[in-house]
């Protein structure tokens, strides 16, 4: 008797490894807010803030709103996420993160507040390497 071989899959599988493959418009979603949720627990641990302030719909205090745009502009410019994106998982409007990436953006002139913002740079990009592809 001789034993059959196995039979393979029909038709064709999808390698998710593959250059090329995106997530749904759903999954993405879910994705970015994902990491803005993450985003918004390191700097909170950063700058020694409430994660739960930065997360409080409406204004908040000067020191808790510069921690916020400073994680929105890292998660727009560096996580490459979109403003829409960024507003979404921040629970803010896409003109708020555009706000706050602008704000941040001529704030960067002073070199102190530079250094500062270059070092969650770093750490947002170390921590989400992996996920730089969505």
């Given at each position: ?6 039979k393979?899959?029909?038709?064709p599988?999808?390698d998710?490894s593959q250059a ?5 418009a759903?999954r ?10 993450c ?7 950063f ?8 997360r409080k719909?409406?204004r908040?205090?000067?020191?808790v709103s ?8 890292v ?9 829409a994106?960024v507003?979404?998982g921040f629970?803010?409007d896409?003109?708020?993160?555009l706000?706050?990436?602008q ?7 002073d070199?102190?507040?530079d ?18 592809d969505?």
């Amino acid at each position: 008797m001789s034993q059959a071989a196995p039979k393979e899959a029909e038709g064709p599988t999808q390698d998710v490894s593959q250059a090329g493959w995106q997530p749904t418009a759903k999954r993405r979603d879910e994705i970015s807010v994902e990491i803005c949720e993450c985003l918004i627990d390191i700097v909170a641990a950063f700058f020694a803030v409430s994660s739960k302030e930065l997360r409080k719909a409406g204004r908040t205090a000067v020191p808790v709103s510069r921690v916020r745009q400073i994680a929105m502009y890292v998660a727009h410019v560096v996580l490459q996420l979109t403003q829409a994106e960024v507003g979404r998982g921040f629970g803010r409007d896409r003109t708020t993160v555009l706000h706050a990436c602008q704000v941040i953006e001529d704030m960067r002139d002073d070199q102190e507040f530079d250094r500062v913002v270059q070092v969650v740079e770093r750490i947002a990009h170390a921590a989400f390497r992996n996920r730089l592809d969505i």
